[in-house]
């Protein structure tokens, strides 16, 4: 089945997409949509039909149908296609994952992604060091929060669940990309930084890097 991503080079969530469909090894077409040229090619009519709140990625399958939410397209993915398994079988299990998913995707991502910081310095007035220091408080909290729960797992393993990388996995290491954009060192969280380097070390992360991408800048 084809599958087209509609996605940006440095969006995180756009990022997760991309580890995981290279994760179940599935080839898709790279359809880039500028995040901030021509005032953001994410509100243009054309999109908006895809994605109505403007927000990739966007998966569109050969049948027409479109998938929004990366994490959406991720359980999506783990549950129509074959290959490596995104979630764990136990239900307590599954429950953990997508906490910890949700504590990069739900409670960091939200607060420091583009139209945000376009609405803090833009609306809102505040200068370049104030919106830094957003970012990094919002950030900070962020990884402390995975950082603990990382660290109440009942066995220690190489990801964030198990020696398999998962959808844990598929949110932690963008996160970890946009801390160090913004001067965050994530070797101050000892388990993440262990796990995002296990991570790197794999092609299906490598090869979703952003500067890997074709309308990277």
């Known amino acids: 089945m084809r599958l087209d991503l509609h996605n940006y080079f440095r969006s995180s969530s756009s990022y997760r997409v991309r580890i995981a469909l290279g994760l179940k090894g599935l080839d898709y077409n790279y359809l880039p949509v500028h995040l901030n040229r021509n005032g953001g090619e994410q509100f243009s009519h054309a999109f908006r039909a895809l994605s109505p709140d403007a927000v990739v990625p966007v998966l569109a399958l050969e049948d027409g149908t479109t998938l929004i939410q990366s994490l959406a397209i991720i359980e999506w993915l783990d549950e ?4 490596a398994k995104l979630l764990p079988s136990s239900p307590n299990e599954r429950a953990w994952v997508r906490a910890l998913s949700q504590t990069v995707a739900c409670e960091i991502h939200p607060l420091n992604n583009l139209r945000v910081l376009k609405y803090l310095t833009g609306e809102l007035g505040l200068d370049e060091a104030r919106k830094t220091a957003w970012i990094r408080h919002w950030t900070e909290g962020g990884l402390n929060a995975a950082e603990a729960m990382l660290a109440r797992r009942t066995q220690t393993s190489t990801f964030c669940h198990g020696e398999q990388p ?15 954009r913004f001067g965050i060192d994530i070797k101050a969280w000892p388990l993440i930084a262990g796990i995002v380097a296990a991570c790197e070390r794999l092609p299906a992360f490598a090869d979703a890097h952003p500067s890997r991408q074709p309308d990277a800048e």
């Open 80 to 83: 129509t296609r074959p290959g």
């Open 166 to 180: 998962g959808m844990g996995d598929c949110c932690l290491v963008p996160q970890a990309f946009n801390a160090g």
